[in-house]
Nanobody, 124 residues
Framework: QVQLVESGGGLVQTGGSLRLSCAAS????????MGWFRQAPGKEREFVAG????????YYADSVKGRFTISRDNTKDTVYLQMNNLKPEDTAVYSC?????????????????WGQGTQVTVSS
């Protein structure tokens, strides 16, 4: 089992940047596929970005491609989400998640462990 704690959320103006972090503890972090999801009020949770257990493969939702970058540091048991050129529609609670499966996974059902989330608010 792994415990996940996100940080780095906040309030930012349109066009600004934020860097989210997700620190893991427990079982070997490097064995998990990691993902970032977000959920806006009244909407379903949606996939944002994913990264393979080695960090060698990354994949993104079309809505964030070219603006967001996911990365991981397995020596620090941490995954990051660099968010640039933020838009008001990016406003949501962002959560990281860990999957025991190896591959590209876009559905929340394919992830086994979740953090509590961090709020990102982008003002217009």
């Amino acid at each position: 089992q792994v415990q996940l704690v996100e940080s780095g959320g906040g309030l930012v103006q349109t066009g600004g940047s934020l860097r989210l972090s997700c620190a893991a503890s427990g079982r070997t972090f490097s064995s998990y596929t990691m993902g970032w999801f977000r959920q806006a009020p009244g909407k379903e949770r949606e996939f944002v970005a994913g990264i393979s257990w080695t960090g060698g493969s990354t994949y993104y939702a079309d809505s964030v491609k070219g603006r967001f970058t996911i990365s991981r540091d397995n020596t620090k048991d941490t995954v990051y989400l660099q968010m640039n050129n933020l838009k008001p529609e990016d406003t949501a609670v962002y959560s990281c998640a860990a999957s025991v499966y190896r591959g590209h996974y876009y559905s929340p059902r394919e992830y086994n462990y979740w953090g509590q989330g961090t709020q990102v608010t982008v003002s217009s």
